[in-house]
């Protein structure tokens, strides 16, 4: 067995009190170093964390891209996971973490593995939302986040992508509202439809992909229910 690589977990935070705490324990026996970027919450997220073994910031929000680079700087060790405050490493996951933790991280690599969402309650399996896979685990000094709201990490052509095994299990949208509040939120950060008729194609499309070739359908009434959003949001981008 080789030398065990050490690990920081970076969470950017912000109003995260609901699933912080689980969040932060389900990581504690994998890494070796949990930082906090909390963009000033005014709940107990703060408060929550300081009673953890966390090193914790404060820090005015960059955008999701650069907060978390930023974030990536504090960390003390080479090797980052990085976590959303609502995310949990699974048994399973953490397992396989620790694996590669101990004989498999090399600097030309990244890490990655399946994302499994909960949706108004329910664990999502089908609709395009799983596996949901992200890379998560790469090494600060080849990496770096690109984008706005949805950021994805920038990486050398040269790093091998490892898959693992395990869900990273992610406490997302939480009821009807919630869903139809992100959605509008994306909308207007994303680039509009020009006519009708090109935005009631989309939406159709959309749906027809989600909930029949998708088989969200399988996921029954919340399946129908985030098919529905999710094309209805489609229809709603022209402006």
């Known amino acids: 067995m080789s030398n065990p690589k050490l690990i920081s977990a970076v969470i950017t935070t912000l109003n ?6 689980q969040c932060i324990k ?26 953890l073994d966390v ?13 978390k680079n930023w974030g990536n700087k504090q960390a003390s060790h080479a090797w980052i996971l990085s976590m959303d405050a609502d995310e949990v490493l699974s048994e399973e996951l953490s397992k396989s973490l ?27 399996k089908y609709a395009g939302w799983y596996p949901d896979t992200k890379i998560r685990l790469f090494s600060k000094k080849n990496s770096k986040w690109v984008g706005e709201v949805h950021e ?20 997302t949208i939480e009821n009807k509202e ?6 509008k939120k994306y909308n207007e950060l994303a680039v509009p439809y020009k006519n009708k008729s090109r935005s009631f194609l989309a939406a159709f499309a959309t749906f027809l992909r ?15 229910q985030l098919c ?8 709603e981008r022209i402006r």
């Open 178 to 183: 919630d869903h139809i509040a992100r959605q």
């Open 98 to 124: 620790m694996e590669v933790k101990h004989n498999g991280l090399k600097e030309n690599s990244v890490c990655k593995f399946n994302r499994l969402n909960n949706y108004c309650g329910k664990w999502i």
């Open 26 to 51: 389900s990581l504690e026996a994998v890494v070796d170093e949990i930082v906090i970027i909390d963009s000033y919450s005014q709940d107990d997220t703060k408060s929550i964390c300081e009673n």
């Open 210 to 224: 989600m909930y029949i070739l998708k088989l969200g359908v399988l996921d029954g009434k919340m399946g129908l």
């Open 55 to 67: 090193t914790f910031y404060e820090r005015e929000w960059m955008g999701y891209a650069e907060t």
């Open 228 to 235: 529905w959003i999710s094309a209805k949001s489609k229809f």
């Open 152 to 171: 994805v990490l920038e990486f050398s052509a040269n790093q091998k992508e490892v898959f693992l095994r395990g869900d990273l299990l992610h406490y």
């Open 16 to 21: 995260e009190q609901k699933y912080i705490e």
